[in-house]
Each structure stands twice: as C-alpha cells, then as structure tokens.
C-alpha cells in the first residue's frame, strides 16, 4: 500500500477527480482509531443529508445502524442503574418511580442521539451531520477536545464550517479519512491555510508545509 510519506520523504499525492474519486489518495496517518469500518455495501444509509451541489457524489459514509442504535438504548441505562444502585447501597431505589423515568429518558436520548450521527465524503468535500466542507479549500483548521472526543475545528474558503469533527469517527473508516486527509494536505501545502501547531503535530503532517499558523500561540 502506497503512504503519504515514503522513506521519511514528502509526497503531494494528486487531487482525485470529484465525480469518480480517482484515483484514490494514498493510506493517510492515524492515530485515533486502528479500526478498520468499511462503507456498507449492503444497505443505503438512512435519511442521509444531501451531498454538496455540484461537487461529486458521495463515496464513503458511515452512520450508526439500528442494532448499534439499540445496544447504546440498553447499555446506557443499564450503567445508569450500575451506578444509583452502588451510591445507594443496594436496589431500594427501584420503588422510586423517578428513577426508572431517567433511565427511560436516557435510553430514549440515546437511541435518538445515535440515530443522528451521520460522516461522508466525497472527493473534494466532507460531511459531519448536516454541516460540509470543502476540504481542497480550507483556510482555518485547530485541534481540540470535546469531552472524551479529540476534535478538529476547520473552515473553507466561502465560510462552512465544522465545529466539532471527531477525528476517531472518521479514522475508523480508513477509506473516508484517506479523501478528508488529501484535501487537508493540498489546503496546507496551498499557503492559504492557517494551521496550528497542535493540529499539524496531532495529523502529522510536515512542519516545512504550508506556512506558520497566523496566532503562534496556537
């Protein structure tokens, strides 16, 4: 499998074309997820956002699908009930009416939550939720955390933005984050790109590339 950087040396692997995704970026870095989640092939993604007008089709998506939807229905609330019942001393809560709401409520959030998540890809573009950028015309990534989640925040030429991009999610299908990291890498090398220090650590990506971020402290 071809790298972006062979032998230690930098490569600016060619823009794939927006309707076929040909051809296809090399293997990218990763560091969040060794998972290996291909786009189904089997089912068509469910109340899928549009792709971006005029910008090719989509070519890698990833959602939750209903077993998975179901599973974090249950565990959730089972944890949820793990935990009253050690800071209660024993099961004495169970006659407390309220408790089993929150655990209904619980279960209901995430089963709806879940049922949100939704990342695809085109050639030249992503997607995360209903939100999408261009990512061969970024000119402001920064890395951060959300929580548990390490997160890059990005911006594109005409103002889109992605706020809260969860680097796992999309490393775990490798074949997604190849299409995002190429785009990445060519709005770098592009000088038209402010990104910061922690970000071009965190996605590897060549400190001569590009040009310094524009608030140093970053």
Known sequence: MT????????????????????????AAPRRESSANVATPTDHAPRKAPPAPEGLGPTLEWSQFATGHRVQAAVIMPALCAAF???KEGGFGWTGNWSYWLLMALTGTFFYWRTGCEWMAAGAVWVQDGPDWVNTYELVR???SVDGLRRVLRIEDAEGRKIHSFGLRDVQSNP?????????ILHSVASGNCDISRKARKVLQIPPSLGREPVDKAD
């Open 3 to 26: 790298h972006f950087f062979p032998r230690g040396q930098f490569r600016l692997p060619p823009i794939p074309d927006p309707q076929t995704g040909e051809p296809r970026p090399p």
């Open 84 to 86: 009253v019942t050690v």
């Open 141 to 143: 990534i920064r890395f």
């Open 175 to 183: 074949q997604m984050w190849n299409l995002v990291y190429n785009g």
